[in-house]
């Protein structure tokens, strides 16, 4: 069945399948837990704006929230599609776009969750095609065949500044990320979060040691617009350093972490991608209780 072009409007007020707005409501949920996380070296969280002046915590769970419609239908073109194929990768590129312009509307025209619009309407798309037998490294495994394939509608250039951090730095940026199976978030940023909750920490230090973790390996494309490849090298550093330190849940590393702080503060450097990376490993490790909740409801 096709998957009309306005269908990321429509989804919020027709009559849905349970898993698709199970997936669609987590994919808003996590990027609302993203943003208010604290404490967050150059992002926007409880504490403040970070290194984007023209952000708040308000303006981002609003943004976030906006999205909703488009993660549905974008979960819904997945459930509904019979192959891992081109018209899949055009339909979500079409739901991407049309969110992209939906955030902008809400925000006034400032770029809240671009990078996190791609990831996570990847992963969406590949979880509803998946269904309750996709677990997260085969979320990802889809979601990463999906954007290898191509999309006849894509502008070639959109003038983005990732797009040209990429060619001016020689990176994979958010695309590679996507194309290669969000290796930072499988074997990054999962493996973090479980092991800090393993040992004891708090939810909230699990997620910032897993911030880090994905910040101490990632070519942040947002940190290099801002901060060049001196910027970059010193965030990998700083954040590998709290983690050396014993994580935010020990004194060392919340000292390492006021250190790093102040380093990017100093550089106005902020590790978007990293965020939004984030946001996908927190997607993928509740996906399992979205599916079971959306099934008990049924």
């Known amino acids: 069945m096709a998957i009309p072009a306005n269908l990321a409007l429509a989804a919020a007020t027709q ?17 609302i837990e993203e943003a208010s996380l604290t404490p967050k070296p150059g992002l926007v969280d409880a504490r403040g704006s970070g290194a984007h002046k023209d952000m708040s915590l308000s303006l981002m769970i609003h943004s976030a929230r906006s999205l909703r419609g488009a993660f549905v239908a974008m979960a819904l073109a997945g459930q509904r599609a019979g192959h891992i194929d081109h018209g899949l990768r055009e339909r979500l590129g079409a739901l991407g776009r049309e969110a992209e312009a939906s955030m902008l509307h ?13 990831c996570l309407g990847l992963l969406a798309g590949a979880a509803g095609w998946l269904g309750k037998a996709g677990d997260a490294a085969s979320v990802a495994s889809v979601a990463g065949a999906i ?3 191509p999309d006849r509608h894509r502008p070639v250039h959109t003038g983005n500044k ?7 730095y020689g990176v994979d940026g958010a695309r590679g990320q996507a194309e290669a ?8 940023g999962l493996p973090a979060l479980h092991a800090s909750r393993g040992r004891g920490d708090a939810e909230s230090s699990a997620r910032v040691n ?18 060049g490849r001196e910027g970059l090298a010193g965030m990998q550093a700083g954040a590998a350093a709290v983690l050396e330190a014993g994580g935010v849940g020990t004194l060392p590393g919340r000292r390492r972490l006021r250190e790093l702080e102040a380093a990017m503060q100093a550089r106005n450097a902020s590790p978007g991608g990293a965020a ?3 946001a996908a490993t927190l997607f993928l490790d509740r996906l399992p209780a979205a599916h079971h909740d959306q099934h008990g409801e049924q």
């Not at 399948?17 to 996590?30: E, K, N, T």
């Not at 990732?162 to 001016?168: I, K, N, P, S």
Request: with cysteine; proline share 3%; glycine share 12%.
């Open 106 to 118: 809400a925000t006034g025209g400032v770029n809240t969750h671009r990078g996190a619009i791609w």
């Open 147 to 149: 954007a290898r394939l």
């Open 210 to 227: 897993a911030l880090l973790a994905i910040m101490a390996r990632l070519d942040d494309t947002c940190v290099l617009v801002r901060a």
């Open 276 to 278: 939004d990376l984030l």
């Open 162 to 168: 990732g797009e040209l951090a990429r060619r001016a």
């Open 181 to 188: 199976g969000f290796p930072h978030v499988v074997g990054i």
């Open 15 to 31: 009559a849905i399948p349970a898993a698709a707005s199970a997936i669609g409501g987590l994919a808003v949920d996590v990027l």
